[in-house]
């Protein structure tokens, strides 16, 4: 299995590999990888020649010292892991000075609105963050296809508006959320919860499910009333947000239209862990 800590090796090793009919499918992960970074793994292994997976814990993207710092490093074990779906998937794991040679700030952006509601007003700075790293591993690794979960679907449509507006040439692949056997979804950060936690963290994808029932027939305004209130009375959840948005512009749903599909977002903190999650309408 081909690992590299470096982009400089990185580059000599997918250079020596030739370029004709070869694409890269490139799944760009911040490590403790779990089963839906694997389900990423497997669909560009399906169809890509070579498939290059990042572990990198971006500072930049990290409104939150303390956050940054908890985030969980499991680089031997991710290895493993990754290895577990073929030892053929070439990893990347980079130091920060590799990726920002001395100068770990982010670029401003402009991402035409997507950036301001929900994460974007909650983690200031973090898509900044975001699409400064992506943009630098578009550039090192020069994917044909990059897969990223819809759990983020903000960040999801932000690296699609990033690709499209400095003409990246790389398709970006949105995938299917994974979520462990009570709907709760897969994330790095399930990690820090506790046991009892996680069971109990399933509720956030039910009051989800129960949103998506609600609003064919309610206005965004009382779904978000039904959500609020079931937060309310629980001691261990602590809602950021709820919203319901239009899927391309990330606005907020005033009024239904019959042309705009939905979809809505949540931030909750179980015993201080903020976990995200989203469902289309
Ligand atoms: O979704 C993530 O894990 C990160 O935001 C990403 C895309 C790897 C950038 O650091």
Request: charged share 25%.
């Amino acid at each position: 299995m081909q690992i590299f800590n470096n982009k400089a090796s990185l580059n000599n090793y997918l250079s020596s590999l030739g370029s004709i009919n070869s694409t890269i499918g490139f799944v760009p992960t911040m490590g403790a990888l779990h089963n839906g970074h694997l389900s990423l793994l497997k669909k560009s292994l399906e169809n890509n020649s070579v498939t290059v997976v990042s572990i990198f814990v971006n500072p930049t993207q990290f409104n939150n010292q303390e956050d940054l710092a908890k985030y969980p490093r499991t680089l031997d074990n991710d290895v493993e892991k990754v290895k577990s779906v073929s030892d053929k998937i070439v990893v990347y794991a980079p130091t920060v000075d590799d990726i920002y040679d001395g100068n770990t700030t982010s670029i401003h952006y402009n991402f035409d609105g997507l950036e301001n509601q929900m994460e974007g007003k909650f983690r200031p700075g973090h898509f900044d963050g975001v699409g400064t790293v992506v943009k630098k591993l578009f550039e090192i690794i020069k994917p044909t296809n990059a897969y990223f979960g819809e759990k983020d679907f903000q960040q999801l449509q932000i690296v699609r508006k990033l690709t499209t507006k400095y003409k990246l040439p790389v398709t970006i692949v949105g995938c299917e959320i994974f979520r462990e056997s009570n709907g709760l979804a897969m994330s790095s950060r399930n990690e820090r919860l506790s046991i009892e936690d996680r069971n109990e963290a399933s509720l956030i994808y039910k009051t989800l499910l129960t949103a998506k029932e609600l609003f064919g027939t309610k206005t965004a305004n009382e779904v978000s009333k039904y959500v609020i209130n079931v937060f309310k009375n629980q001691s261990k959840f602590e809602l950021e947000y709820f919203e319901i948005a239009d899927e391309q512009t990330l606005k907020t749903c005033k009024r239904k239209s019959e042309i705009i599909n939905y979809r809505a977002f949540i931030a909750v903190f179980v015993n201080n862990v903020r976990l995200i999650d989203t469902i289309s309408l």
